[in-house]
């Protein structure tokens, strides 16, 4: 699986996250640093004028699929990286890898002491994503999911069980989320070495520790858009502003954005 330009290496010290309300108290998904100036080259951005404006490709109701990816990958990795490292971590059988692997292939002896590469982690998304048909708005929600349970079930994201927990949001987000109905017997199409039975125990687990609460409004949706955006900004990941828009292009996305947020509104 071959991966896009690699992101800009993580900082140890991260700033900010991608909670919102309530949701922010405990669990964090730090940013990372603005890169050096010196670190790349000089781009020309298209500007605006009075007369012509340049767009890019993601707005809140249609998100770029790879930025988001992108975005998303990074936030999962800081939770990782930021977990409380004093005491031994907060979690359910269900989610332990070493308990429930993924693969036929035998779990490392010391697979739960290293934090995983944000690309990854990117990987990961990226293949489920793009297996199964599943869109940016559907990656949100997933973003939503896991911090929510996190913080409902009081758990620790961590290397032994960040793919689980990670697979089981992604899981209940398609559901809920994505237009066309994906089956847990899909997602055992792609990853072959797990049952139906596991996939069936791990989103019923999932929704016990969510409480049922699967309903996102359209602030928290847009918040997190937005909080990802700035994330993106914030590792020089821009979004390039090359497509000018055109007033059939301005109707079009109008159209769109009104049909999406409907839906949104209807979730909650």
């Known amino acids: ?5 690699p992101l800009p290496s993580p900082t140890p010290h991260p700033r900010g996250n991608t909670r919102s309300g309530s949701e922010r108290q405990r669990h964090s998904s730090a940013r990372l640093s603005h890169p050096s100036r010196g670190s790349s080259p000089v781009t020309i951005q298209k500007a605006n004028s009075c007369s012509t404006i340049y767009t890019d490709d993601s707005t809140v109701s249609l998100p ?3 930025y988001t ?3 998303v990958s990074l936030a999962v990795f800081y939770h990782i990286k930021n977990r409380d490292r004093t005491r031994p971590p907060r979690t359910l059988l269900i989610f332990d890898e070493k308990e429930h692997p993924l693969t036929r292939e035998e779990v490392p002896p010391h697979y739960a002491d290293y934090t995983p590469d944000h690309k990854i982690i990117y990987k990961f998304i990226k293949t489920l994503f793009h297996a199964a048909q599943l869109t940016a708005e559907c990656a949100i929600i997933t973003l939503i999911y896991l911090e929510r349970v996190l913080h409902y079930a009081d758990l620790d994201l961590h290397p032994s069980n960040w793919k689980r927990i990670l697979l ?5 987000a398609s559901k809920v989320w994505d237009d066309q109905a994906v089956w847990n017997v899909d997602y055992c199409q792609i990853l072959r070495d797990i049952s139906v039975e596991d996939m069936n125990e791990l989103e019923r687990v999932y929704l016990e520790q969510l409480q049922f609460n699967i309903n996102v409004a359209s602030s928290t949706y847009a918040q997190y858009y937005f909080d990802l955006r700035s994330l993106a900004e914030d590792n020089g990941l821009s979004f390039p502003m090359n497509t000018r828009l055109s007033p059939r292009r301005g109707q079009h996305n109008w159209r ?3 049909k999406r947020m409907t839906l949104i509104t209807n979730t909650t």
């Open 64 to 66: 770029n699929l790879k």
């Open 168 to 172: 089981g949001a992604i899981l209940l």
């Open 1 to 5: 699986l071959s991966l896009p330009p």
């Open 256 to 258: 769109l954005c009104q």
């Open 69 to 71: 990816l992108k975005c």
